[in-house]
C-alpha cells in the first residue's frame, strides 16, 4: 500500500497533464469548449473520472498484488468544428497529450538524477529524497507508458485522430464511426495474448533504455535491483 501512496500522485498529475493538454491546444486553436467547462485547469478535481481515476487503479494495483496500474482522467470535451483550421487544430489537439506525456518522462527521468546528486551531497535526507526518487522512477514508466497507448490508432484514443488524417474521406468516416465501440474494442485487443505486450513494447523499451541512463544516480534503498 506504501507503493501505491507513492504511485498516485504521479498517475493523477500525469493524465491531468494530458487532458490539461488537450484544453489548452484546443483553446488556443479555437475551440472554448473546454475553457467554459472549467477543463482548462491543473486542478484535479474537474478532470477525476471516479471510475477510471479511482475504482480502475485501486482495482488493478489490488489484482496485481501491487505489480501494476493504471488509470485516466475524464476526457477533455472539443469541438473540433471550433477550430480554425480543422485538419491542422485536430493534429495539434490531438498530439498534445502525448506530447506531454513523452515531456514529463523526460523530466521525471531528470528529477531522478537531481534528487540522486542530492542525496549524495546532503545523506542526512536520503529517507525523504528516496521516496521522491521512487514517485519520479513510477513517472518515468507511467508517462511513457500513457503517450504509447494513447497513440494505438482506435478510436477515441488520441491515436486514431491522427491515422484518421491518413486516410482518404469516405474510408477516414466509416474508421472514425469505431468510436462509438472505441473502449470495448480497446479492451478485447489487450485480452489477445501477448497483443498488449506488443502494442505496449515501445514504452517498455523506452523505460529501459531511460534507467539505463539514470540508474547510477538511484539512493539506496530505492529500488531493488537499481544499484547506487
Given at each position: 500500500?506504501?507503493?501505491?501512496?507513492?504511485?498516485?500522485?504521479?498517475?493523477?498529475?500525469?493524465?491531468?497533464?494530458?487532458?490539461?493538454?488537450?484544453?489548452?491546444?484546443?483553446?488556443?486553436?479555437?475551440?472554448?469548449?473546454?475553457?467554459?467547462?472549467?477543463?482548462?485547469?491543473?486542478?484535479?478535481?474537474?478532470?477525476?473520472?471516479?471510475?477510471?481515476?479511482?475504482?480502475?487503479?485501486?482495482?488493478?494495483?489490488l489484482?496485481?498484488?501491487?505489480?501494476?496500474?493504471?488509470?485516466?482522467?475524464?476526457?477533455?470535451?472539443?469541438?473540433?468544428?471550433?477550430?480554425?483550421?480543422?485538419?491542422?487544430?485536430?493534429?495539434?489537439?490531438?498530439?498534445?497529450?502525448?506530447?506531454?506525456?513523452?515531456?514529463?518522462?523526460?523530466?521525471?527521468?531528470?528529477t531522478?538524477?537531481?534528487?540522486g546528486?542530492?542525496?549524495?551531497?546532503?545523506?542526512?535526507?536520503?529517507?525523504?529524497?528516496?521516496?521522491l526518487?521512487?514517485?519520479?522512477?513510477?513517472?518515468?514508466?507511467?508517462?511513457?507508458?500513457?503517450?504509447?497507448?494513447?497513440?494505438?490508432?482506435?478510436?477515441?484514443?488520441?491515436?486514431?485522430?491522427?491515422?484518421?488524417?491518413?486516410?482518404?474521406?469516405?474510408?477516414g468516416?466509416?474508421?472514425?464511426?469505431?468510436?462509438?465501440?472505441?473502449?470495448?474494442l480497446?479492451?478485447?485487443?489487450?485480452?489477445?495474448?501477448?497483443?498488449?505486450?506488443?502494442?505496449?513494447?515501445?514504452?517498455?523499451?523506452?523505460?529501459?533504455?531511460?534507467y539505463?541512463?539514470?540508474?547510477?544516480?538511484?539512493?539506496?534503498?530505492?529500488?531493488?535491483?537499481?544499484?547506487?
Amino acid at each position: 500500500m506504501t507503493d501505491f501512496l507513492v504511485f498516485l500522485p504521479i498517475l493523477l498529475f500525469s493524465v491531468v497533464a494530458h487532458e490539461y493538454a488537450h484544453a489548452w491546444t484546443a483553446f488556443r486553436q479555437g475551440d472554448p469548449t473546454a475553457y467554459q467547462l472549467g477543463r482548462l485547469t491543473l486542478n484535479p478535481v474537474p478532470h477525476i473520472d471516479p471510475m477510471m481515476s479511482v475504482v480502475v487503479p485501486v482495482g488493478l494495483w489490488l489484482l496485481s498484488h501491487g505489480a501494476f496500474t493504471f488509470g485516466a482522467a475524464k476526457p477533455v470535451p472539443i469541438n473540433p468544428r471550433n477550430f480554425r483550421n480543422y485538419r491542422r487544430g485536430d493534429l495539434i489537439v490531438s498530439s498534445a497529450g502525448i506530447v506531454t506525456n513523452l515531456m514529463l518522462a523526460v523530466a521525471c527521468a531528470l528529477t531522478f538524477g537531481a534528487l540522486g546528486i542530492a542525496g549524495r551531497a546532503l545523506p542526512e535526507l536520503v529517507g525523504v529524497l528516496s521516496i521522491l526518487q521512487r514517485m519520479v522512477f513510477y513517472g518515468v514508466f507511467l508517462n511513457y507508458i500513457l503517450a504509447f497507448f494513447n497513440l494505438i490508432p482506435v478510436p477515441p484514443l488520441d491515436g486514431s485522430h491522427i491515422f484518421y488524417h491518413l486516410l482518404p474521406a469516405a474510408q477516414g468516416a466509416r474508421y472514425r464511426e469505431l468510436g462509438r465501440f472505441g473502449f470495448v474494442l480497446i479492451v478485447a485487443i489487450f485480452m489477445i495474448p501477448s497483443v498488449g505486450d506488443v502494442l505496449l513494447w515501445p514504452a517498455v523499451a523506452a523505460s529501459r533504455a531511460t534507467y539505463g541512463v539514470i540508474g547510477g544516480f538511484a539512493l539506496p534503498g530505492m529500488l531493488p535491483g537499481m544499484a547506487p
